[in-house]
Protein backbone atom coordinates (compact mmCIF):
# COMPACT_ATOMS: atom_id res chain seq x y z
CA UNK A 1 0.00 0.00 0.00
CA UNK A 2 2.02 3.44 -1.42
CA UNK A 3 1.71 5.83 1.53
CA UNK A 4 1.76 9.84 1.51
CA UNK A 5 2.86 12.54 4.12
CA UNK A 6 1.62 15.83 4.16
CA UNK A 7 4.03 18.48 5.90
CA UNK A 8 1.84 21.96 6.30
CA UNK A 9 3.00 24.76 7.06
CA UNK A 10 1.46 28.42 8.11
CA UNK A 11 -2.50 29.51 8.44
CA UNK A 12 -5.67 27.84 8.32
CA UNK A 13 -6.40 27.65 4.80
CA UNK A 14 -3.17 25.75 3.94
CA UNK A 15 -4.30 23.49 6.75
CA UNK A 16 -7.71 23.29 5.04
CA UNK A 17 -5.87 22.65 1.91
CA UNK A 18 -3.87 20.08 2.94
CA UNK A 19 -6.91 18.16 4.06
CA UNK A 20 -8.17 18.56 0.54
CA UNK A 21 -5.10 17.22 -0.99
CA UNK A 22 -5.05 13.86 1.77
CA UNK A 23 -8.76 13.44 0.10
CA UNK A 24 -7.65 13.58 -3.26
CA UNK A 25 -4.44 10.93 -2.27
CA UNK A 26 -7.06 8.89 -0.50
CA UNK A 27 -8.95 8.39 -3.59
CA UNK A 28 -5.99 7.04 -5.18
CA UNK A 29 -5.29 4.46 -2.81
CA UNK A 30 -2.51 6.00 -0.80
CA UNK A 31 -2.37 5.79 2.88
CA UNK A 32 -1.34 8.34 5.40
CA UNK A 33 2.17 7.56 6.88
CA UNK A 34 3.37 9.61 10.07
CA UNK A 35 6.86 10.99 8.74
CA UNK A 36 8.79 11.51 5.61
CA UNK A 37 10.71 8.35 5.83
CA UNK A 38 7.97 6.33 5.59
CA UNK A 39 5.83 7.91 2.54
CA UNK A 40 6.25 6.99 -1.18
CA UNK A 41 4.76 10.33 -1.41
CA UNK A 42 5.17 13.77 0.29
CA UNK A 43 3.48 16.96 -0.17
CA UNK A 44 5.16 20.16 1.36
CA UNK A 45 2.58 22.86 2.00
CA UNK A 46 4.53 25.82 2.36
CA UNK A 47 4.04 29.47 3.55
CA UNK A 48 6.40 32.49 2.85
CA UNK A 49 4.40 35.32 5.10
CA UNK A 50 7.45 35.87 6.78
CA UNK A 51 11.04 35.16 6.19
CA UNK A 52 10.88 32.67 9.32
CA UNK A 53 8.60 30.54 7.80
CA UNK A 54 10.15 30.57 4.48
CA UNK A 55 13.25 29.44 6.50
CA UNK A 56 11.78 26.66 7.41
CA UNK A 57 10.37 25.51 4.03
CA UNK A 58 13.77 26.15 2.52
CA UNK A 59 15.24 23.74 5.50
CA UNK A 60 12.81 21.14 4.95
CA UNK A 61 13.31 21.23 0.75
CA UNK A 62 17.11 20.57 1.61
CA UNK A 63 16.41 17.84 4.18
CA UNK A 64 14.27 16.18 1.32
CA UNK A 65 16.96 16.26 -1.38
CA UNK A 66 18.92 14.15 1.10
CA UNK A 67 16.45 11.52 1.32
CA UNK A 68 15.18 11.89 -1.94
CA UNK A 69 18.91 11.20 -3.10
CA UNK A 70 18.67 7.54 -0.59
CA UNK A 71 14.91 6.87 -1.82
CA UNK A 72 14.73 7.75 -5.68
CA UNK A 73 11.44 6.68 -5.77
CA UNK A 74 10.41 9.07 -3.44
CA UNK A 75 8.14 11.81 -5.00
CA UNK A 76 7.74 15.26 -4.12
CA UNK A 77 4.91 17.57 -4.41
CA UNK A 78 4.60 21.06 -3.34
CA UNK A 79 2.14 23.73 -3.10
CA UNK A 80 1.23 26.99 -0.53
CA UNK A 81 2.10 30.36 -1.07
CA UNK A 82 5.67 29.41 -1.92
CA UNK A 83 4.16 28.79 -5.65
CA UNK A 84 3.15 31.09 -8.59
CA UNK A 85 4.09 32.04 -11.52
CA UNK A 86 7.59 31.38 -10.63
CA UNK A 87 7.51 27.52 -11.20
CA UNK A 88 10.07 27.47 -13.95
CA UNK A 89 12.28 29.61 -11.40
CA UNK A 90 11.22 27.12 -8.68
CA UNK A 91 12.09 24.27 -10.79
CA UNK A 92 15.50 25.47 -11.68
CA UNK A 93 16.59 25.43 -7.65
CA UNK A 94 14.79 22.77 -6.66
CA UNK A 95 15.35 19.85 -9.23
CA UNK A 96 14.36 17.03 -6.55
CA UNK A 97 10.49 18.35 -6.73
CA UNK A 98 8.70 16.21 -8.78
CA UNK A 99 5.39 18.12 -8.88
CA UNK A 100 5.15 22.47 -8.09
CA UNK A 101 1.13 23.61 -7.67
CA UNK A 102 -0.55 26.69 -6.92
CA UNK A 103 -2.35 26.81 -3.97
CA UNK A 104 -5.86 25.01 -4.78
CA UNK A 105 -4.51 24.00 -8.21
CA UNK A 106 -6.44 20.81 -7.98
CA UNK A 107 -6.40 20.30 -11.61
CA UNK A 108 -2.74 20.18 -12.21
CA UNK A 109 -2.41 18.16 -9.32
CA UNK A 110 -4.73 15.62 -11.20
CA UNK A 111 -3.40 15.76 -14.04
CA UNK A 112 0.17 15.38 -12.88
CA UNK A 113 -1.08 11.87 -10.73
CA UNK A 114 -3.24 10.25 -13.91
CA UNK A 115 0.05 11.11 -15.89
CA UNK A 116 1.75 9.01 -13.03
CA UNK A 117 -1.21 6.24 -13.56
CA UNK A 118 -2.91 6.84 -10.69
CA UNK A 119 -6.26 6.02 -10.38
CA UNK A 120 -7.24 9.74 -9.05
CA UNK A 121 -10.84 10.45 -8.58
CA UNK A 122 -11.74 13.24 -11.02
CA UNK A 123 -15.00 14.47 -10.09
CA UNK A 124 -14.52 15.86 -6.73
CA UNK A 125 -15.50 19.00 -6.08
CA UNK A 126 -13.15 21.38 -6.48
CA UNK A 127 -12.42 22.57 -3.05
CA UNK A 128 -13.98 19.50 -1.85
CA UNK A 129 -14.03 17.24 1.31
CA UNK A 130 -12.72 17.13 4.47
CA UNK A 131 -11.29 13.61 5.56
CA UNK A 132 -13.00 12.09 8.61
CA UNK A 133 -10.84 9.43 8.47
CA UNK A 134 -8.06 11.50 9.52
CA UNK A 135 -9.14 14.18 10.87
CA UNK A 136 -12.00 12.36 13.35
CA UNK A 137 -12.69 15.72 14.90
CA UNK A 138 -16.23 17.30 14.94
CA UNK A 139 -14.97 20.65 13.26
CA UNK A 140 -14.29 21.13 9.63
CA UNK A 141 -12.67 24.08 7.64
CA UNK A 142 -14.34 25.59 4.52
CA UNK A 143 -12.25 27.95 2.35
CA UNK A 144 -14.94 30.31 0.99
CA UNK A 145 -13.34 32.87 -0.77
CA UNK A 146 -10.07 32.23 -2.06
CA UNK A 147 -6.78 35.27 -2.90
CA UNK A 148 -7.39 38.68 -1.61
CA UNK A 149 -7.55 42.05 -3.57
CA UNK A 150 -5.88 44.35 -0.67
CA UNK A 151 -2.53 44.85 -1.12
CA UNK A 152 -1.85 46.03 2.26
CA UNK A 153 1.86 47.26 1.71
CA UNK A 154 3.87 44.31 3.59
CA UNK A 155 1.71 41.16 2.72
CA UNK A 156 2.77 38.61 -0.22
CA UNK A 157 -0.56 37.10 -0.22
CA UNK A 158 -2.26 38.83 -3.33
CA UNK A 159 0.92 38.23 -5.24
CA UNK A 160 0.70 34.60 -4.64
CA UNK A 161 -3.00 33.43 -4.40
CA UNK A 162 -4.12 36.14 -6.57
CA UNK A 163 -7.73 38.22 -7.07
CA UNK A 164 -10.81 37.36 -4.69
CA UNK A 165 -12.56 34.53 -6.48
CA UNK A 166 -15.69 33.34 -4.05
CA UNK A 167 -17.41 30.30 -4.61
CA UNK A 168 -21.05 29.70 -4.41
CA UNK A 169 -23.42 30.07 -1.75
CA UNK A 170 -25.40 26.65 -3.35
CA UNK A 171 -21.98 24.84 -3.47
CA UNK A 172 -21.01 25.56 -0.05
CA UNK A 173 -24.20 24.91 1.46
CA UNK A 174 -24.21 21.46 -0.44
CA UNK A 175 -20.54 20.61 1.37
CA UNK A 176 -21.30 21.67 4.63
CA UNK A 177 -24.63 19.47 4.33
CA UNK A 178 -22.71 16.72 3.02
CA UNK A 179 -19.78 17.13 6.06
CA UNK A 180 -22.82 16.98 8.49
CA UNK A 181 -24.07 13.95 7.32
CA UNK A 182 -20.66 12.54 7.87
CA UNK A 183 -20.60 13.90 11.70
CA UNK A 184 -19.23 17.48 11.36
CA UNK A 185 -20.77 19.90 14.01
CA UNK A 186 -19.05 23.05 13.86
CA UNK A 187 -17.56 24.71 10.22
CA UNK A 188 -14.91 27.35 10.37
CA UNK A 189 -15.53 29.36 7.47
CA UNK A 190 -12.45 30.75 5.94
CA UNK A 191 -10.82 33.44 3.68
CA UNK A 192 -7.90 36.06 3.86
CA UNK A 193 -10.64 38.30 3.76
CA UNK A 194 -13.81 36.69 4.72
CA UNK A 195 -15.72 39.46 5.10
CA UNK A 196 -15.51 40.22 1.98
CA UNK A 197 -17.21 37.33 0.51
CA UNK A 198 -19.63 37.23 -2.33
CA UNK A 199 -18.79 40.56 -4.34
CA UNK A 200 -17.99 38.93 -7.02
CA UNK A 201 -20.73 36.47 -7.62
CA UNK A 202 -23.71 37.34 -9.41
CA UNK A 203 -26.33 38.96 -6.97
CA UNK A 204 -23.63 39.74 -4.68
CA UNK A 205 -24.59 37.55 -1.82
CA UNK A 206 -22.53 38.98 1.00
CA UNK A 207 -21.07 36.69 4.17
CA UNK A 208 -23.67 37.40 6.43
CA UNK A 209 -26.92 35.88 3.52
CA UNK A 210 -24.25 32.68 3.66
CA UNK A 211 -24.52 32.50 7.13
CA UNK A 212 -27.96 33.03 7.35
CA UNK A 213 -28.90 29.79 5.00
CA UNK A 214 -25.58 27.94 6.52
CA UNK A 215 -27.80 28.48 9.91
CA UNK A 216 -30.61 26.06 8.36
CA UNK A 217 -28.75 23.19 8.00
CA UNK A 218 -30.14 21.08 10.48
CA UNK A 219 -27.65 18.84 13.32
CA UNK A 220 -25.08 21.97 12.31
CA UNK A 221 -24.48 22.94 15.88
CA UNK A 222 -21.63 25.92 15.40
CA UNK A 223 -20.52 28.37 12.99
CA UNK A 224 -17.10 30.42 12.88
CA UNK A 225 -15.41 32.61 10.28
CA UNK A 226 -12.08 34.13 9.52
CA UNK A 227 -10.18 36.60 8.94
CA UNK A 228 -12.21 40.04 8.89
CA UNK A 229 -11.16 43.04 7.43
CA UNK A 230 -12.02 45.47 9.26
CA UNK A 231 -12.87 47.65 6.26
CA UNK A 232 -15.62 45.07 4.92
CA UNK A 233 -16.95 44.69 8.31
CA UNK A 234 -20.32 45.83 7.96
CA UNK A 235 -23.54 46.28 10.32
CA UNK A 236 -25.70 43.40 8.55
CA UNK A 237 -22.98 41.27 9.49
CA UNK A 238 -22.64 42.32 12.82
CA UNK A 239 -26.66 41.69 13.28
CA UNK A 240 -26.21 38.09 11.99
CA UNK A 241 -23.44 37.14 14.73
CA UNK A 242 -25.80 38.78 16.80
CA UNK A 243 -29.38 37.23 15.95
CA UNK A 244 -27.87 33.83 14.75
CA UNK A 245 -27.96 31.32 17.36
CA UNK A 246 -25.21 28.94 15.81
CA UNK A 247 -22.81 31.91 14.75
CA UNK A 248 -19.84 31.96 17.68
CA UNK A 249 -19.66 35.14 19.23
CA UNK A 250 -15.78 35.16 18.49
CA UNK A 251 -14.29 37.72 15.57
CA UNK A 252 -10.66 37.58 14.13
CA UNK A 253 -10.17 41.01 13.27
CA UNK A 254 -6.59 42.23 12.83
CA UNK A 255 -5.54 45.78 13.59
CA UNK A 256 -2.36 45.26 12.36
CA UNK A 257 -0.89 48.59 14.09
CA UNK A 258 -2.21 51.39 16.99
CA UNK A 259 -0.55 54.74 14.76
CA UNK A 260 -2.65 55.93 11.89
CA UNK A 261 0.26 56.96 10.07
CA UNK A 262 1.55 53.39 10.17
CA UNK A 263 -1.95 51.98 9.20
CA UNK A 264 -1.53 54.65 6.28
CA UNK A 265 1.82 53.03 5.05
CA UNK A 266 0.28 49.59 5.48
CA UNK A 267 -2.49 50.41 3.29
CA UNK A 268 -5.04 49.38 5.67
CA UNK A 269 -7.66 51.28 5.01
CA UNK A 270 -8.89 52.41 8.62
CA UNK A 271 -7.86 54.83 11.18
CA UNK A 272 -7.16 53.56 14.37
CA UNK A 273 -10.79 55.68 15.14
CA UNK A 274 -12.97 53.92 12.49
CA UNK A 275 -11.44 50.61 14.24
CA UNK A 276 -12.42 51.76 17.57
CA UNK A 277 -15.93 52.86 16.14
CA UNK A 278 -16.28 49.36 14.80
CA UNK A 279 -14.63 47.34 18.40
CA UNK A 280 -17.79 49.57 20.37
CA UNK A 281 -20.35 49.05 17.50
CA UNK A 282 -19.71 44.90 17.86
CA UNK A 283 -19.43 44.86 21.87
CA UNK A 284 -22.63 46.94 21.46
CA UNK A 285 -24.70 44.29 19.75
CA UNK A 286 -22.98 41.51 20.52
CA UNK A 287 -21.93 42.07 24.29
CA UNK A 288 -20.54 38.68 24.86
CA UNK A 289 -18.13 38.61 21.79
CA UNK A 290 -14.50 37.94 21.89
CA UNK A 291 -12.21 39.35 19.63
CA UNK A 292 -8.73 38.48 18.54
CA UNK A 293 -6.22 40.53 16.37
CA UNK A 294 -3.25 40.68 14.60
CA UNK A 295 -0.56 42.73 15.54
CA UNK A 296 2.92 43.89 13.42
CA UNK A 297 5.40 45.48 15.26
CA UNK A 298 8.82 46.78 14.01
CA UNK A 299 7.24 48.47 10.62
CA UNK A 300 9.47 50.75 8.65
CA UNK A 301 9.02 53.98 10.07
CA UNK A 302 7.73 52.56 13.30
CA UNK A 303 9.34 55.72 16.03
CA UNK A 304 9.04 54.03 20.03
CA UNK A 305 6.45 56.92 20.04
CA UNK A 306 4.22 54.93 17.51
CA UNK A 307 4.60 51.76 18.64
CA UNK A 308 3.78 53.08 22.33
CA UNK A 309 0.08 53.58 20.63
CA UNK A 310 0.08 50.11 19.30
CA UNK A 311 0.91 48.52 22.71
CA UNK A 312 -2.32 51.56 24.23
CA UNK A 313 -4.62 50.26 21.90
CA UNK A 314 -3.60 46.65 22.98
CA UNK A 315 -4.24 47.78 26.76
CA UNK A 316 -7.66 49.99 25.73
CA UNK A 317 -9.51 47.06 23.52
CA UNK A 318 -8.59 44.28 25.95
CA UNK A 319 -8.72 41.65 23.18
CA UNK A 320 -8.97 38.58 23.81
CA UNK A 321 -5.94 37.10 21.67
CA UNK A 322 -3.38 38.97 20.13
CA UNK A 323 -1.15 37.68 17.66
CA UNK A 324 1.89 39.68 17.33
CA UNK A 325 4.37 39.56 14.75
CA UNK A 326 7.79 41.27 13.95
CA UNK A 327 7.50 43.05 10.57
CA UNK A 328 9.59 40.76 8.00
CA UNK A 329 10.26 42.89 4.36
CA UNK A 330 8.67 40.59 1.53
CA UNK A 331 10.47 40.28 -1.96
CA UNK A 332 7.57 41.98 -4.56
CA UNK A 333 5.60 43.66 -1.96
CA UNK A 334 5.01 47.70 -2.01
CA UNK A 335 6.87 48.03 1.73
CA UNK A 336 9.73 45.98 0.60
CA UNK A 337 10.26 48.08 -2.28
CA UNK A 338 9.27 51.82 -0.78
CA UNK A 339 10.70 51.78 2.86
CA UNK A 340 13.55 50.56 4.49
CA UNK A 341 13.80 48.12 7.33
CA UNK A 342 15.11 50.18 9.42
CA UNK A 343 14.18 49.28 13.01
CA UNK A 344 16.49 46.48 14.06
CA UNK A 345 15.96 43.19 15.32
CA UNK A 346 16.90 42.88 18.65
CA UNK A 347 14.37 46.30 18.92
CA UNK A 348 11.42 44.46 16.93
CA UNK A 349 12.04 41.62 18.76
CA UNK A 350 11.66 43.96 22.33
CA UNK A 351 8.81 45.43 21.43
CA UNK A 352 6.68 41.88 20.14
CA UNK A 353 7.52 40.93 23.80
CA UNK A 354 6.33 43.53 25.66
CA UNK A 355 3.17 43.49 23.81
CA UNK A 356 3.07 39.84 24.00
CA UNK A 357 3.61 39.90 28.33
CA UNK A 358 0.88 42.87 28.69
CA UNK A 359 -1.41 40.97 26.50
CA UNK A 360 -1.00 37.93 28.78
CA UNK A 361 -1.67 39.90 31.76
CA UNK A 362 -4.91 40.82 30.26
CA UNK A 363 -5.86 37.44 28.89
CA UNK A 364 -5.35 36.07 32.40
CA UNK A 365 -7.35 38.84 33.67
CA UNK A 366 -10.43 38.31 30.91
CA UNK A 367 -10.37 34.01 31.63
CA UNK A 368 -10.04 34.45 34.98
CA UNK A 369 -13.53 36.13 34.70
CA UNK A 370 -14.65 32.46 33.38
CA UNK A 371 -13.47 30.68 36.57
CA UNK A 372 -16.94 28.78 38.46
CA UNK A 373 -19.03 29.16 35.57
CA UNK A 374 -19.95 27.01 33.17
CA UNK A 375 -19.28 26.61 29.71
CA UNK A 376 -20.63 24.58 26.34
CA UNK A 377 -17.47 22.96 24.97
CA UNK A 378 -17.65 21.36 21.95
CA UNK A 379 -14.88 18.10 22.33
CA UNK A 380 -12.60 17.99 19.37
CA UNK A 381 -9.98 15.12 20.67
CA UNK A 382 -7.40 14.26 23.62
CA UNK A 383 -4.08 15.64 24.50
CA UNK A 384 -1.79 14.34 27.09
CA UNK A 385 -4.83 12.32 28.84
CA UNK A 386 -7.46 15.06 28.76
CA UNK A 387 -10.20 16.09 26.85
CA UNK A 388 -10.40 19.06 24.63
CA UNK A 389 -12.41 21.70 23.08
CA UNK A 390 -13.39 25.22 22.66
CA UNK A 391 -16.40 27.47 23.61
CA UNK A 392 -18.45 29.47 22.05
CA UNK A 393 -15.87 31.86 22.32
CA UNK A 394 -13.18 30.27 20.96
CA UNK A 395 -11.08 29.20 24.35
CA UNK A 396 -9.65 26.30 25.06
CA UNK A 397 -10.71 23.82 27.95
CA UNK A 398 -9.40 20.97 29.05
CA UNK A 399 -10.87 18.39 31.06
CA UNK A 400 -10.93 14.35 32.43
CA UNK A 401 -13.55 12.04 32.33
CA UNK A 402 -13.66 8.27 31.62
CA UNK A 403 -16.41 8.75 29.38
CA UNK A 404 -16.03 8.77 25.65
CA UNK A 405 -16.78 12.52 24.79
CA UNK A 406 -15.51 12.93 21.03
CA UNK A 407 -17.57 15.57 18.96
CA UNK A 408 -19.95 15.92 21.86
CA UNK A 409 -21.11 19.21 23.45
CA UNK A 410 -20.01 19.36 27.16
CA UNK A 411 -21.37 21.54 29.91
CA UNK A 412 -17.93 22.18 31.90
CA UNK A 413 -17.76 24.13 35.30
CA UNK A 414 -14.53 25.81 34.86
CA UNK A 415 -12.30 25.43 37.97
CA UNK A 416 -8.81 26.69 36.45
CA UNK A 417 -8.08 29.24 34.22
CA UNK A 418 -4.68 30.71 32.49
CA UNK A 419 -3.99 33.10 29.68
CA UNK A 420 -3.61 30.00 27.03
CA UNK A 421 -6.59 28.16 28.57
CA UNK A 422 -9.26 26.85 30.87
CA UNK A 423 -9.35 23.80 33.08
CA UNK A 424 -12.94 21.73 34.18
CA UNK A 425 -15.02 19.47 35.34
CA UNK A 426 -18.01 17.59 33.07
CA UNK A 427 -20.99 19.17 35.01
CA UNK A 428 -23.49 16.05 34.82
N1 LIG B 1 -6.00 38.80 5.85
C1 LIG B 1 -5.70 38.97 7.19
C2 LIG B 1 -5.62 40.46 7.54
O1 LIG B 1 -6.14 41.27 6.86
O2 LIG B 1 -5.01 40.81 8.51
C3 LIG B 1 -4.49 38.22 7.65
C4 LIG B 1 -3.73 37.34 6.68
S1 LIG B 1 -2.01 37.47 6.83
C5 LIG B 1 -1.45 36.28 5.75
C6 LIG B 1 -1.74 36.84 8.43
C7 LIG B 1 -0.95 37.77 9.31
O3 LIG B 1 0.41 37.72 8.99
C8 LIG B 1 -1.31 39.24 9.18
O4 LIG B 1 -2.39 39.57 9.97
C9 LIG B 1 -0.07 39.95 9.60
O5 LIG B 1 -0.13 40.32 10.94
C10 LIG B 1 1.02 38.93 9.36
N2 LIG B 1 1.90 39.36 8.26
C11 LIG B 1 1.63 39.43 6.95
N3 LIG B 1 2.69 39.88 6.28
C12 LIG B 1 3.66 40.10 7.19
C13 LIG B 1 4.99 40.59 7.11
N4 LIG B 1 5.52 40.95 5.95
N5 LIG B 1 5.70 40.68 8.26
C14 LIG B 1 5.16 40.32 9.44
N6 LIG B 1 3.92 39.86 9.57
C15 LIG B 1 3.17 39.76 8.46
FE1 LIG C 1 -2.44 40.23 3.34
FE2 LIG C 1 -3.83 42.48 3.78
FE3 LIG C 1 -4.81 40.58 2.17
FE4 LIG C 1 -4.66 40.17 4.80
S1 LIG C 1 -5.92 41.72 3.77
S2 LIG C 1 -4.06 38.73 3.17
S3 LIG C 1 -2.81 41.22 5.34
S4 LIG C 1 -3.00 41.81 1.78
Request: one cysteine or more; hydrophobic letters at 35%; charged letters at 25%.
Given at each position: ??R????????????A????????L????????????????????T????????????????????????????????????????T??????????D???????????????????????????????????????????????????N????????????????R?????V??????????I??????????????????????L???????????????????????K?????????????N???????L?????????????R?????????E?????????????????????????????????????????????????????P?????????????A?????R????????????????????????E?????R??????????????????????W?G?????????????????????
Open positions: MAYFIWTIGCQMNKESQQIAGYGSAGYQAATSFSHADLVVLNCVVRQSAEDKVLGTLALLKGLKSEHPNLQILVTGCLVNSNQELRRRFPHVLLFKPGDYPELIAWAQQQGMPIEQRLPRYARNDRRLAPSPCALIPIIQGCDFCSYCIVPYRRGKEVSSVGEICEVEQLVRQGKEVTLLGQNVDSYGHDLPGHPEADLLNELSSVDNLVRIRFLTNHPDMNLKLINTVASQKVCEHLEPVQAGDDDILRAMRGYAVEQYRLVNTIRRKVPQISLSTDIIVGFPGETEEKFERSLSLVQEMRFDVVHVAAYSPRGTIACREYQDDIPEMKKKLNKIEELQATIAGEINSQLQGRQEVLVEGKGGKWFGRTRSNKLVFFEDAGNLQLARIHIEKTSPWSLGGEVKK
